[in-house]
């Protein structure tokens, strides 16, 4: 849910009319002249100050305030006129997660200030903010003291203060939010009553009057409930139960009896055998699988995504999951405007927000009291589409006839020896880049026993590189330290020379 926590200067008794830019009429009262104030200011023109004349029921918005233009709401003094010149506006944003929620604000003007949640006089959680624009805090349920009230559904409420400014004192930019996400755990059902009238005649002999078919009732003292159903169809647009890996179709989730506006995320994709997950949009309702999403189309109704029956590698069966958040505006992630086609429905929720709106709707966001005090409340719902199974993708068809070879000319004989019913095992050899490949994409084990084992090897090669290294330095000093050798010569005399000497 999105909600605004603005600041006027107002005055009472003064106005200006002849600068306004946007002329309203039949407003029935000040209050709904400043909300659509608040709403044009989050559009492309920004309404920065009003002045409404409750004699006429009109409502005069100026894109520009009285100080920028110079003027002063007191030229014109008439105890008909109302006026109000826009301080400060901060837009918050709550989103509920099934452990934490998410606060995102927008402000006017550069925040400095934090956020904070409160138990007795103690601060559980708190974030700071040095001039910011646009910031936001999460705030875990157990850690932060949002207590959960003990129904059917988990509900979360509590209480968190947006402190500007350093100061500890209370000023007229403090504000308090009233947080409540309510997470429904299932889908609620509508009420069934079984009528059957039956004849009771002599001996006993019963005769049936009327069909005991189960009629649909609903009470009217109860609201009704956003209703959310995810179903799994085909290009065709009907039901799907078994579909090929590589083919296109829909997810399709359907909203009954709706006022407001709702968002899709945390779509999965879980293999009911061997259990694994595959995420396909976010928790922020972004798309992570561009490959399996290729289109989104949204209507008042329902929401339909364009996708390839693909992430999975063999056979198997899938049941996709996702979490339905309702909201009142911006409810489509900016990440997936790319994606977005228009559909042939008109769609109101997923435009601009504009004054044409209904009266109702307007109304239905403006703050009760002091703007001080707001109010976010997020519903999210779980929806489970039915068990889908997906079978390998068919063997592409050769467009021309071809010659068999001698060895399947072989087999096809030895299969008319056989009788139905009788099994026959054939052994296909494969080749080594293919069984290489398998080993390294699709089993885990084994690309990690080649991860290990190839590690193995280069630990064993560097330790004999090193010690190759060490033999050839230890050689190299014992033949530097080794002493020279001396050649000596030895002559023989006959004992003539030896005499004469």
């Given at each position: 849910?999105?909600s605004s926590?603005?600041?006027f200067m107002?005055?009472?008794?003064g106005?200006?009319?002849s600068?306004?830019?946007?002329?309203?009429q039949n407003?029935?009262?000040t209050?709904?002249?400043?909300?659509?104030?608040?709403v044009?200011s989050?559009?492309?023109?920004?309404?920065?100050?009003?002045?409404?004349?409750?004699?006429?029921?009109?409502?005069?918005?100026m894109?520009?305030?009285?100080?920028?233009l110079g003027?002063?709401p007191?030229?014109?003094l008439k105890?008909n006129l109302f006026?109000?010149?826009l301080?400060?506006c901060?837009?918050f944003?709550?989103k509920?997660?099934?452990n934490?929620?998410?606060?995102k604000a927008?402000?006017?003007?550069?925040?400095?200030?934090?956020?904070?949640?409160k138990?007795?006089?103690k601060?559980m959680?708190?974030?700071?903010?040095?001039?910011?624009?646009d910031?936001?805090?999460?705030?875990?349920?157990?850690?932060c003291?949002?207590?959960e009230?003990?129904t059917?559904d988990?509900?979360?409420?509590g209480?968190v203060?947006?402190?500007?400014?350093?100061?500890?004192?209370?000023?007229?930019?403090?504000?308090m939010?009233?947080v409540?996400?309510?997470?429904?755990?299932?889908?609620p059902s509508?009420?069934?009553?079984?009528?059957v009238?039956?004849?009771?005649?002599?001996?006993?002999?019963?005769n049936?009057v009327?069909?005991?078919?189960?009629v649909?009732?609903s009470?009217s003292?109860?609201?009704?409930?956003?209703?959310f159903?995810?179903?799994v169809?085909?290009?065709d647009?009907?039901?799907?139960?078994t579909?090929?890996?590589?083919?296109?179709?829909w997810?399709v989730?359907?909203?009954?009896?709706?006022a407001?506006?709702?968002t899709?995320?945390?779509?999965?994709a879980?293999d009911?055998?061997?259990g694994?997950v595959?995420?396909?949009i976010?928790?922020?309702?972004?798309v992570?699988?561009?490959?399996?999403?290729?289109?989104?189309r949204?209507?008042?109704?329902y929401?339909?995504?364009?996708?390839?029956f693909?992430?999975?590698?063999?056979q198997?069966?899938?049941?996709?999951?996702?979490?339905?958040?309702?909201?009142?505006?911006?409810?489509m992630?900016k990440c997936?405007?790319?994606?977005?086609?228009p559909?042939?429905?008109?769609?109101?929720?997923s435009?601009?927000?504009?004054l044409?709106?209904?009266?109702?709707?307007?109304?239905?966001?403006?703050?009760?009291?002091?703007?001080?005090e707001?109010e976010?409340?997020s519903?999210?719902?779980?929806?489970?589409g039915?068990?889908?199974t997906?079978?390998?993708p068919?063997?592409?068809?050769?467009a021309?006839?071809?010659?068999p070879?001698?060895?399947l000319?072989?087999?096809?004989?030895?299969?008319?020896e056989?009788?139905?019913?009788?099994v026959?095992?054939?052994k296909?050899?494969?080749?080594l880049m293919?069984s290489?490949?398998t080993?390294l994409?699709?089993?885990?084990?084994?690309?990690l026993?080649?991860?290990l084992g190839?590690?193995?090897?280069f630990?064993?090669?560097?330790?004999v590189?090193?010690m190759?290294?060490?033999?050839?330095?230890w050689?190299?000093?014992?033949?530097?330290?080794?002493?020279?050798?001396?050649?000596?010569?030895?002559?023989?005399?006959?004992?003539?020379?030896?005499g004469?000497?």
């Amino acid at each position: 849910m999105t909600s605004s926590g603005c600041t006027f200067m107002r005055v009472k008794g003064g106005g200006l009319k002849s600068v306004s830019d946007q002329l309203i009429q039949n407003v029935r009262s000040t209050e709904e002249c400043e909300q659509m104030c608040v709403v044009r200011s989050r559009i492309a023109d920004p309404c920065r100050s009003y002045t409404y004349d409750n004699s006429t029921m009109e409502c005069h918005l100026m894109w520009s305030s009285v100080r920028m233009l110079g003027r002063s709401p007191l030229e014109v003094l008439k105890p008909n006129l109302f006026h109000g010149d826009l301080d400060d506006c901060v837009n918050f944003s709550l989103k509920c997660r099934e452990n934490n929620l998410e606060i995102k604000a927008s402000s006017m003007r550069m925040f400095i200030g934090k956020m904070m949640t409160k138990k007795s006089k103690k601060i559980m959680c708190e974030e700071a903010y040095q001039g910011e624009y646009d910031f936001s805090s999460k705030f875990d349920f157990k850690k932060c003291g949002l207590d959960e009230k003990k129904t059917k559904d988990s509900t979360y409420r509590g209480m968190v203060h947006v402190k500007e400014g350093s100061t500890s004192l209370v000023t007229i930019r403090d504000k308090m939010l009233q947080v409540n996400c309510h997470l429904h755990k299932s889908m609620p059902s509508e009420e069934q009553s079984l009528s059957v009238q039956m004849n009771v005649r002599e001996n006993n002999k019963t005769n049936r009057v009327m069909s005991d078919a189960v009629v649909p009732t609903s009470t009217s003292s109860s609201p009704s409930t956003p209703k959310f159903s995810l179903k799994v169809l085909g290009l065709d647009s009907n039901e799907a139960d078994t579909v090929h890996i590589g083919d296109f179709g829909w997810i399709v989730l359907n909203v009954r009896n709706s006022a407001e506006d709702f968002t899709v995320t945390n779509l999965v994709a879980r293999d009911v055998i061997s259990g694994r997950v595959l995420k396909i949009i976010d928790e922020d309702g972004c798309v992570l699988r561009r490959d399996i999403v290729k289109e989104i189309r949204k209507t008042d109704n329902y929401v339909k995504l364009k996708i390839s029956f693909s992430g999975f590698r063999r056979q198997t069966e899938v049941v996709y999951h996702a979490m339905v958040e309702t909201c009142t505006v911006g409810c489509m992630p900016k990440c997936n405007l790319d994606m977005m086609l228009p559909e042939e429905e008109t769609n109101v929720h997923s435009g601009p927000l504009s004054l044409d709106l209904p009266r109702h709707r307007m109304v239905r966001r403006s703050l009760a009291g002091e703007p001080r005090e707001l109010e976010l409340t997020s519903d999210v719902y779980k929806v489970t589409g039915h068990k889908l199974t997906l079978l390998n993708p068919p063997l592409p068809q050769k467009a021309f006839d071809f010659k068999p070879p001698l060895k399947l000319q072989e087999e096809e004989g030895l299969q008319e020896e056989f009788q139905d019913g009788d099994v026959i095992v054939v052994k296909h050899s494969t080749s080594l880049m293919s069984s290489v490949k398998t080993c390294l994409v699709d089993d885990v084990t084994c690309m990690l026993t080649v991860i290990l084992g190839a590690t193995q090897m280069f630990l064993m090669f560097s330790c004999v590189l090193i010690m190759y290294c060490y033999y050839q330095q230890w050689r190299f000093y014992r033949e530097l330290n080794r002493p020279p050798e001396h050649n000596v010569q030895y002559y023989h005399k006959p004992p003539e020379v030896i005499g004469q000497t």
